[in-house]
């Protein structure tokens, strides 16, 4: 089991930027991200390879960017011009090679409001 502990979460206005991180405990082959907003279901937000190719949720491209230190075992989402609707929980989830099973990370919290 991989663990995942993310980081950067918090309270930003709208229009704002919020950097989230994820460190996985051991390497990695497939990263991403979801969020899950109250009353709603957990919803991908996008996700990374090893080898750097991304793929993105339409209400979020061209606003957020996810990347990755592989040397790290760690991915970012890098969020822009943030509004209310992104307000939701943040979850990191990673696959290591070799494996079906993706495991999660706790989420963090990631709030916009004025």
């Known amino acids: 089991q991989v663990q995942l502990v993310e980081s950067g979460g918090g309270l930003v206005q709208p229009g704002g930027s919020l950097t989230l991180s994820c460190a996985a405990s051991?390497?990695?082959?497939?990263m991403g991200w979801y969020r899950q907003a109250p009353g709603k279901q957990r919803e991908l937000v996008g996700s990374?390879?090893?080898?750097?190719?991304?793929n993105y949720a339409e209400s979020v491209k061209g606003r957020f960017t996810i990347s990755r230190d592989n040397a790290k075992n760690t991915v970012y989402l890098q969020m822009n011009s943030l509004k209310p609707e992104d307000t939701a929980v943040y979850y990191c989830?990673?696959?290591?090679?070799?494996?079906?099973?993706?495991?999660w990370g706790q989420g963090t919290q990631v709030t916009v409001s004025s």
């Open positions: 051991t390497s990695v082959v497939a």
């Open positions: 989830t990673a696959r290591r090679q070799f494996s079906v099973v993706w495991d």
């Open positions: 990374i390879t090893s080898g750097g190719s991304t």
